[in-house]
């Protein structure tokens, strides 16, 4: 497969400096962030402030080298990767649904976030329930609860 070329529109702040500690998901987060995107995207935000939830693409500029199989904070057993939502992945790419609290010119003020502080953002799509909320699908491994984490370690981390 040929390389792609990503260039990031912009940049979330967070009050989450380190990933020990930062919440694994946005269902446990309280944290507002803010998401900066760059001039040349600007008025690609038009229309955004009618939507209660965005989705934030966004690269794990800090994940260690990937694996294969990792053990995640939800539970104390080995998963493949692709089953799993931890950061060390080949392409280390992140997806969270955030709270849209309100726009600020080019900045999105944001509820509920799991980002590290200054992580590059890729891309911004509006949360639509009826095509993104599946209630009922099963959960796979995450059904069986066997660890109640909400906040994450290093083990993803790369060394510094
Ligand atoms: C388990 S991941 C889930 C992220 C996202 N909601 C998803 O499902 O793709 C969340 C953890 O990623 C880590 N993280 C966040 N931003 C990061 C970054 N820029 N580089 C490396 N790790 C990051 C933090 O430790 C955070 O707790």
Do not use: C
């Not at 890729?122 to 796979?140: H, T």
Request: proline share 10%.
């Amino acid at each position: 497969m040929s390389p792609l070329t990503l260039t990031p529109i912009g940049v979330i702040r967070s009050p989450h400096r380190e990933a020990a500690g930062a919440p694994i998901q946005p269902a446990y987060a309280a944290a507002e962030g803010r998401v900066i995107v760059e001039p040349a995207y600007a008025e690609a935000l038009a229309d955004l402030e009618g939507f209660d939830r965005i989705w934030l693409l966004y690269w794990f500029d800090r994940a260690r080298p990937w694996m294969p199989r990792v053990v995640p904070y939800r539970d104390t057993r080995t998963h493949g990767l692709f089953a799993t939502r931890a950061p060390a992945r080949p392409n280390p790419v992140g997806m969270s649904v955030v709270r849209l609290l309100r726009r600020e010119g080019r900045e999105l003020v944001v509820g509920g976030i799991d980002v590290l502080d200054g992580t590059p953002l890729l891309d911004i799509k509006p949360y639509v329930p009826a095509w993104d909320a599946w209630p009922d699908a099963r959960a796979g491994w995450l059904d069986a609860r066997r660890a109640a984490r909400e906040v994450a370690d290093g083990r993803f981390h790369r060394e510094e």
